[in-house]
């Protein structure tokens, strides 16, 4: 029991990681979130719920492989 009390406090999980790296990503690039209305011209409509799900779907697994190291050091390897 000792040994998964302190795996728990010292280890962080892959997935952990990723989704702390995707929140910090959307945030600050502000993907997932909805267009702020604006006057003037207007180059493309709202993007709808689902297309904000995807968004974020996609960025979580690009950001999975990013901490898991299967990205570009695999690509670059072929």
């Known amino acids: 029991?000792?040994?998964?009390?302190?795996?728990a406090l010292g280890a962080r999980?892959?997935?952990?990681?990723?989704?702390?790296?995707m929140k910090f990503v959307a945030g600050t690039a502000g993907v997932g979130r909805p267009a702020a209305p604006s006057t003037g011209f207007s180059g493309s409509s709202a993007a709808k719920p689902e297309e904000h799900v995807s968004?974020?779907?996609e960025?979580?697994?690009?950001?999975?492989k990013?901490?898991?190291?299967?990205?570009?050091?695999?690509?670059a390897a072929k």
Do not use: P
Request: proline share 0%; with cysteine; glycine share 12%.
């Open 59 to 64: 960025l979580y697994g690009r950001c999975l």
């Open 13 to 21: 999980r892959n997935e952990d990681i990723a989704l702390d790296l």
């Open 55 to 57: 968004q974020l779907l």
């Open 1 to 7: 029991m000792d040994t998964l009390n302190g795996a």
């Open 66 to 75: 990013a901490v898991a190291g299967t990205g570009a050091e695999k690509e």
